[in-house]
């Protein structure tokens, strides 16, 4: 098989409605249909997370401690939790909304772009571990501070999660908040870049809210860079000539690694 870049990203609280139906029920219990989801090792943790999930949800006031979740958005959201396992799903690429996924914007990609995208791209999901950005999930809450009874959630994900991405034949580029990125640690090799911007004096300082938005735009211009170009970076060198292709700035200095956007 050949190696694989592989880019990593967070999740966004908020989440589009709908999907599709025909897709079918039972999500995280491998249905026969192939709509089950990839890296099947991570599906006992997944049973596990949406059994608990359901039955929190079940206690609105426990819940809404627990999840976070404000008065105003509580009985919408628990039930979603409720029926996590009937609702439809949409991929997940489509179904996050938010700053970063509003960049990315890939439901204006083109096919090609599109397919590399799904090939190329996963979710840190809180309640699904790694997701490929292309595989069908239903809405839910739950992130990565959230508290379920038991384990914690990174008890519950950190070891399976790390043995996928030390596995993963391919670079690995991390582009998940601190939060997420506890939930699936990282093989020494992975590219983990600062999002910064750079001063017109030349200095760089790092970015807030707006990384978010500089993510998604570099996640979006690489896949339609790469999949017109046909290259494969299997190298952080190959990676920052991509970027560089792209019109993104990269740095990688050993373990050292920033991606340089203009100043909002």
Not at 20 to 25: I, V
Not at 88 to 106: E, N
Not at 246 to 258: C, I, K, N, P, Q
């Amino acid at each position: 098989m050949t190696a694989r870049l592989l880019l990593l990203l967070p999740p966004s609280e908020t989440k589009r409605d709908g999907g599709n139906a025909a897709s079918g029920p039972s999500l995280v219990d491998a249905p026969a249909d192939g709509t089950a989801l990839s890296w099947p090792q991570l599906d006992g943790v997944r049973a596990g997370v949406v059994d608990d999930l359901v039955a929190l949800s079940a206690d609105p006031a426990a819940a809404a401690a627990a999840l976070k979740i404000s008065a105003r958005l509580a009985e919408s959201e628990l039930e979603r939790n409720r029926s996590i396992r009937s609702a439809p799903r949409l991929a997940a690429v489509d179904r996050y909304t938010g700053v970063l996924f509003d960049a990315l914007d890939a439901g204006s990609l083109g096919r090609d772009a599109r397919a590399w995208l799904e090939g190329h791209v996963a979710v840190q999901s809180a309640c699904f571990g790694l997701v490929g950005v292309g595989e069908g999930i239903p809405a839910y809450r739950l992130s990565a501070g959230s508290r379920l009874p038991g384990a914690t959630l990174r008890q519950r994900w950190a070891a399976a999660c790390r043995t996928i991405l030390a596995d993963h034949d391919g670079l690995v580029v991390d582009l998940r908040s601190k939060g997420y990125a506890a939930l699936g640690p990282l093989p020494a090799s992975a590219v983990v870049p600062d999002v910064v911007t750079r001063e017109p004096n030349g200095t760089t300082r790092a970015l807030g809210h707006f990384n978010k938005h500089g993510k998604g735009a570099f996640v979006r211009a690489l896949a339609e860079r790469l999949a017109t170009s046909g290259d494969e970076p299997t190298t952080a060198a190959g990676l920052v000539a991509a970027a560089a292709a792209a019109g993104f700035e990269l740095e990688v200095d050993g373990a050292v690694s920033r991606l340089v956007l203009p100043a909002p």
